[in-house]
């Protein structure tokens, strides 16, 4: 598979600036490796402040023409990019499993899903619509025109290396912004094929930018640009709020989709069946490395043993293996430090009274595997119930009330996805109304769509990206008023 990939046209390792694809102005690389195997893919170039300053010139001189289009001709580009996107979709998922190690039938999922916001925003860039207001003076007209923020700043990460790109530049190339994209360095390669294509579709050069390397230098030298006027992250709540202070010095609009802390809630009115096969999906699906993925079950304590029997079975049936492997369902994590983290917060959980019911340690297979897992007496303060544990381990409490089961849901900073499960319709809106969250499913686990708005409360994040929602990050608000008519 690595050979006939790096010899497409799609297997690109160089960063795009300008329409043309670039190393290092010092020549300096960084390998990216293969989370399945340890071994290197590929070296990609480690970028600094100048490649990035480059980028933003680039963005801001392309920005003039760009924004002028009109937003038929931007949407028929988008539609030529989405068109190829899906026309590509076996080798981009293919690239995504080899950097990032999800069983290729999720990173499929990952480009009909990174796809649709293509799509999607390909349609809405002709619904930017403004507006006419009636004026309190009869000799005036007031207006409101809707126009691109300007050279947008998108920073993302190594989860879903393809889908956080084209969430955010879906809707900024759909309003006439332009972009200087930084993938995270451990998974560059979708990403410069999602940029090869686009190139190909028509979206002319400086339009889309990519720079990698030295993610601090590359996000001060964003920040301090006046010329960029929007950050958009996806990443770790302690670099979002890293870059909404930096931020502050040139005012720019910030976007964030930050960390969660999702709670998994099953009355004992739930269907079983519905929830099992549900958390199993929120939990282990990505591994458990996506940031809406469940982070704490709650099960009410008359559903309890039944729920813990039927889960237990479920979780030992799930194959662990190298994505590209037939009925894998469990791929490694993404590196080392990610291992570790899950390994300590298992072990503090373990030290304050919580019980291992299925797995609990590295997987035989060794390298960053690890087994999928249940931990059962959790309580809500041990760090495993605080901490986003991004790694295939399903921790469980046990609660009495409905009271007590939201107050347990809200005792966190995050505020990203919930989940709750029950047949009881007055229930599922009292309980939906009252969590502190911005993405909620109801007897159901994991979802996200382009039509719909993805984003948090509290220190899950600023903003809404996907659906129509999704567009007003990148624009600002022009009033004119027109006098003495
Ligand atoms: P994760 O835990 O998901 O890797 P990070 O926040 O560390 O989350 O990474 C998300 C993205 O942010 C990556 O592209 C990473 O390189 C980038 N990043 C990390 N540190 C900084 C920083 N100081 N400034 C700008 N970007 C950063």
Redesign the pocket.
């Known amino acids: 598979v690595v050979a006939r990939l790096k010899s497409s046209g799609l297997f690109r390792t160089k960063g795009l600036i300008g329409g043309k694809w670039i190393d290092a102005y010092d020549g300096k690389t960084i390998e990216v490796y293969n989370p399945a195997n340890g071994e290197v893919i590929a070296s990609v170039p480690f970028m600094g402040e100048k490649e990035t300053k480059d980028a933003i010139s680039s963005a801001y001189d392309a920005f003039r023409d760009w924004s002028r289009l009109t937003a038929f001709d931007r949407s028929s580009r988008l539609r030529k990019w989405y068109n190829l996107l899906m026309e590509h979709k076996e080798e981009l998922a293919q690239l995504i499993t080899l950097e990032q190690g999800k069983p290729l039938n999720e990173a499929i999922g990952e480009v009909v899903y990174g796809a649709s916001f293509i799509e999607f925003f390909a349609e809405e860039a002709k619904r930017v619509n403004g507006d006419i207001l009636p004026s309190p003076m009869p000799d005036r007209r007031l207006f409101v025109l809707k126009q691109p923020v300007g050279v947008v700043g998108a ?5 879903f290396p393809l889908a956080m790109i084209t969430r955010k530049v879906g809707p900024a190339l759909a309003c006439g912004c332009t972009v200087v994209i ?4 451990l998974t560059p390669f979708s990403a410069l094929a999602a940029a090869e294509l686009a190139i190909q579709s028509g979206i002319p050069p400086g339009v889309l930018n990519v720079v990698m390397g030295d ?2 230098k ?2 001060n030298s964003l920040l301090e640009s006046p010329q960029v006027r929007k950050i958009t992250f996806t ?2 709540t302690a ?1 979002g709020k ?2 909404m202070a930096g931020a502050a010095e040139t005012v720019k609009k910030v976007s964030l989709e930050l960390g969660g802390n999702a709670p998994f809630i099953i009355f004992d009115d739930a269907d079983l069946e519905v929830a099992v096969k549900a958390s199993l999906a929120s939990k282990f699906l990505y591994t458990g490395q996506a940031c809406i993925c469940t982070n704490r079950i709650l099960v009410q304590e008359g559903i309890y043993d039944k729920f813990m029997n039927a889960f237990s079975n479920a979780v030992k049936s799930l194959k662990v293996g190298n994505g590209f492997s037939e009925g894998v369902a469990q791929g490694p994590l993404i590196n080392e430090a990610a291992i570790q983290k899950v390994e300590s917060l298992v072990q503090d959980a373990i030290s304050k009274g919580a019980k291992v019911v299925v797995g609990g340690k590295r997987h035989n297979l060794g390298l960053i595997f690890y087994e999928p897992t249940i931990i059962s007496d959790v309580k809500n303060e041990m760090l495993i119930a605080r901490q986003e544990i991004f790694g295939p381990v399903a921790p469980v409490i046990r609660f009495k009330t409905e009271e007590e089961a939201i107050q347990i849901a809200n005792d966190t900073d995050a505020g990203l996805a919930a989940y709750l499960f029950t047949n009881n319709i007055q229930r599922s809106w009292r309980v939906s109304e009252a969590l502190e969250y911005g993405i909620v499913g109801v007897n159901e686990g994991l979802h996200a769509y382009e039509v719909a708005p993805f984003g948090g409360f509290k220190q899950s994040g600023l903003g809404r990206e996907g659906s129509k929602y999704g567009l007003d990050d990148f624009l600002e608000i022009k009033c004119i008023c027109m006098g003495n008519m």
């Open positions: 920073i993302t990460p190594w989860n930084k993938p995270s360095e993610a601090p590359i996000g990443g770790s670099v890293k870059l």
